[in-house]
């Protein structure tokens, strides 16, 4: 059984940094791409970025230059390091694995 759970979401201010990270269990890791995907409020959800099961990695265009996916194919980890965070990156982010399995999200707030 798939189990993907996400952290290290929280307040901070605009400019901010915050590192999220995503521990995956029940699947073969190492074979399959990772996503970070996000929900803000009566919107839709969206990629933010992936990486694949080889380290190639894509962004969506609001987050290129400011955050970086990668993973640790030894520990079943992904990561999100968000920098220069702004108000507008205000969401839930959720990890996903092989483009269908979601973990619980973690809630991103980015707020003076």
């Known amino acids: 059984q798939v189990r993907l759970v996400e952290s290290g979401g929280g307040l901070v201010q605009p400019g901010g940094s915050l590192r999220l990270s995503c521990a995956a269990s029940?699947?073969?890791?190492?074979?399959?791409?990772m996503a970070w995907y996000r929900q803000a409020p009566g919107k839709q959800r969206e990629l933010v970025a992936f990486?694949?099961?080889?380290?190639?990695?894509n962004y969506g265009d609001s987050v290129k230059g400011r955050f970086t996916i990668s993973r640790d194919n030894a520990k079943n980890m992904v990561y999100l390091q968000m920098n220069t965070l702004k108000p507008e990156d205000t969401a839930v982010y959720y990890c996903n694995a092989n483009w269908k399995n979601w973990g619980q999200g973690t809630q991103v707030t980015v707020s003076s």
């Open positions: 990486i694949t099961n080889i380290g190639t990695t």
């Open positions: 029940g699947i073969m890791f190492r074979t399959i791409a």
